[in-house]
């Protein structure tokens, strides 16, 4: 496919932009998320080295999360010097229509969005994850932090899958309390290990205490005690500690997952399938807000960079103004959550259509 001038002038004029845009609303954002981190390292006293590692891991998802605001500005900005120069004109009296024109544009957008949604499930998924690990370890060390009920969790095995039940952690002694691990095969338990305690050893691994080992095998069972054993358990501490997983720290894969596993138990699902399209619709508003940006940026004067950010900010102000209610109506269920999720880039893209066909007259 060949790539044509008209698209290679435009894509440098919004390309150049999009780089200043992005940078701006990230330096904006992660300096609010400065003043968050500057707060524990005064009320915790969290060391400097801790407090930076929150800060580059919570990164990738700032700017993931300014992505679109970067493509508003962008196109603003770079449609804006286009015009002001008179390239804008000169293409149309050549006979390229606006609708022509806008298609760069859309496609950049549409660039944008896949790019945004590639980002988040790799380095953002990842880094998320690394910072909830990290900011619990710290909130660990709280002296009122209290024991954790009903610990359960699977993990693959050389055989198959072990289920890991524990009746209480607690986080002072870093002991489980009345321990529970089956291993399974195809489904059938071959053996199952209880315990009245494991505590954490210093080199990963837990020493079961008081406990016995049933071994199931030709519908037979042999029962072992013990009084102490070494087990490797795929969790530490730290990770027995964390709290749930919240739909919106989840990525696209995760929220799939739960979707599923949700109807499969006849559970609500909505607040996993909100997650899910809110996601999908926040990446696909690069699109939108290219679509709404090129008409407002075709009218003289529109290319000086504080013109651009007022215009960026009305947009955004728009938009936000239709998420935030849609949003809010989804969790009362006043709206299906797939609704509320795309409503707002429905409703404001459907206005930058409008504005297009009345600039293309």
Not at 180 to 190: E, I, R, S
Not at 191 to 216: H, M, N, T
Not at 313 to 327: E, G, K, R, S, T
Request: hydrophobic share 50%; aromatic share 10%.
């Amino acid at each position: 496919m060949t790539v044509s001038l008209l698209d290679r002038l435009i894509w440098m004029e919004i390309g150049g932009a999009f780089g200043f845009g992005l940078g701006l609303f990230s330096v904006l954002v992660v300096m609010n998320h400065l003043f968050y981190l500057a707060r524990i390292v005064i009320g915790q006293g969290v060391p400097f080295a801790i407090v930076f590692a929150l800060f580059v891991y919570r990164v990738p998802s700032l700017i993931a999360f300014c992505v679109p605001m970067g493509v508003l500005l962008a196109t603003v900005l770079g449609v804006g010097r286009l015009g002001d120069h008179h390239e804008i004109a000169a293409l149309r009296v050549s006979g390229a229509s606006l609708y022509r024109i806008c298609v760069p544009i859309l496609l950049a957008g549409a660039a944008a969005a896949v790019g945004t949604v590639v980002f988040s499930e790799g380095v953002v998924s990842a880094a998320n994850d690394r910072y909830r690990t990290v900011f619990n370890a710290v909130m660990t060390r709280a002296p009122q932090l209290q024991p954790v009920e009903n610990i359960f969790f699977q993990a693959p095995t050389p055989e198959g899958n072990a289920l890991y039940y524990a009746k209480r952690y607690s986080p002072r002694t870093r002991t489980l309390e009345d321990v529970t691990v089956v291993y399974l095969a195809g489904g059938q338990a071959l053996r199952i290990i209880q315990a009245r305690e494991a505590a954490y050893r210093s080199g990963g691994s837990w020493k079961f205490g008081d406990g016995e080992i049933y071994v199931l095998s030709g519908g037979n069972v042999v029962a072992t005690k013990f009084s102490a054993m070494d087990l490797n358990v795929p969790r530490s501490p730290e990770e027995l500690t964390l709290p749930p997983k919240p739909p919106a720290e989840m990525s696209l894969r995760e929220l799939s997952y739960e979707i599923g596993e949700a109807r499969r138990r006849g559970t609500d699902s909505r607040p996993y399938v909100a997650e899910f399209h809110s996601k999908l619709a926040t990446a696909a508003s690069c699109i939108v807000f290219a679509l709404i940006a090129f008409p407002l940026s075709l009218r003289p004067h529109r290319s000086g960079p504080s013109i651009g950010l007022g215009l960026s900010i009305l947009v955004l102000l728009v938009y936000y103004a239709v998420a935030i209610p849609a949003q809010l109506a989804g969790d009362g269920r006043l709206l299906p959550p797939v609704l509320a999720a795309w409503l707002p880039d429905g409703i404001v893209g459907a206005l930058g259509v409008v504005l297009l066909a009345r600039a293309a007259r």
